[in-house]
């Protein structure tokens, strides 16, 4: 079981979506058979967005099925991983703008996913399932568009069936007890990747 592990969490060690991560990736590792975790630390990539000689490029790579092209490692890794974990902060009712950009990368007709006969997009990807983790300084409420925007996008497009998230919130609240919220959330996601067996 090869479980790739998107780490947008930008502020590296000091980042408690981080510490969530890790929690998750410990408890795969106690509950699944033979996980093997792939991190791609995303503050360490160089991913643009596309522009216009970049989508130029890709367009031409695209239609000639050159998929071995460097350009599109990011969408072959993903393709072949068995379980996507996203870990990303909560900015902007969203997550960072860097995330946007990876998953503008690994978005690739053809590769991770196709149009079918009456146009509609059709999934490539090995993987089905996705664990989104993120913390928030606020209360997230009904404004989880981090996570509504990627089960969009996976769902429909590259043909995940289970997408779930876990979040701790409130964490920049003056007297919140953060290490309880983080524990608690540490509880929840540990308790939702128990029930996967
Ligand atoms: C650029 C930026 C944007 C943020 N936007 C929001 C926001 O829209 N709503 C919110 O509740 N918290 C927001 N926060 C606070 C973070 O969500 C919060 O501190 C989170 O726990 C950071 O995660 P980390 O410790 O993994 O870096 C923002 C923080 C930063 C740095």
Partial sequence: MRVLFVNCCIRGQESRTL???RAAIQQMEETLEGVTV?????????????NSQRLAQRHEL??????????FRYGRQFAEADMILVGAPYWEYQFPALLRCYLE??????????????????GLCKA???????????PIL??????????TLCGNMLGFTDMDYVAAECLDVWGVDVEAKLREAEEVLRGKIKSWR
Wanted: hydrophobic fraction near 30%; proline fraction near 5%.
């Fill in 128 to 138: 089905s399932k996705l664990f989104y983790i993120t913390t928030a300084g606020g």
């Fill in 62 to 71: 695209e239609e000639k099925g050159q998929f071995d092209h460097p350009m």
């Fill in 38 to 50: 792939e991190e791609l630390v995303l503050d360490q990539e160089e991913i643009l967005p596309l």
């Fill in 19 to 21: 510490r969530l991560c």
């Fill in 142 to 151: 009904d404004r989880n568009c981090g996570f509504d925007y990627i089960k």
């Fill in 105 to 122: 990368q690994i978005s690739v007709g053809g590769l991770t996913f196709v149009y079918t006969e009456d146009g509609r997009p059709k």
